[in-house]
């Protein structure tokens, strides 16, 4: 089922590399669905399935903040902020969490916090583009 949001891969569309780019618009929900104050607790099966979209999310969005920083300065502070959330996310996704619906929970918001944390990256690096 398509949607107005859904993105048409096409000669615009495309990137440099012929790849989509990343639809940061629904990266966010993702990581909102558990990170909103009035967000409700996910169900034990729903819960490994949003830790998987936004692993995902991580997985793709990661080489995009690393391709970003390459083009500013070593020195640069937003560079580093940019390569510290990388290191971050990759821990987060390295982790291995307790057993339980809880530990899940907490996990899972580790994500997500890394999912915001790589979108906004990707659109301070691209001045907003992302």
Known sequence: MATGRARIATEETLAGNGE??????????????????????????????????????????????????????????????????IREARMRMAYQPGHGLPAGIAHAQQLARSVNALCDHLENLSGGHA
Do not use: N, W, Y
């Not at 996910?42 to 391709?67: D, K, N, S």
């Not at 920083?69 to 580093?80: G, Q």
């Open 20 to 85: 989509l780019p990343l639809d940061v618009g629904t990266m966010r929900t993702s990581a909102r669905r558990l990170l909103a104050e009035d967000a409700e607790v996910p169900a034990f099966e729903e819960l490994e399935t949003l830790i998987l979209q936004l692993r995902g999310h991580i997985m793709v969005a990661i080489p995009e903040v690393e391709a970003a920083t390459e083009k500013l300065p070593v020195e640069d502070v937003p560079r580093a902020c940019a390569i510290t959330c």
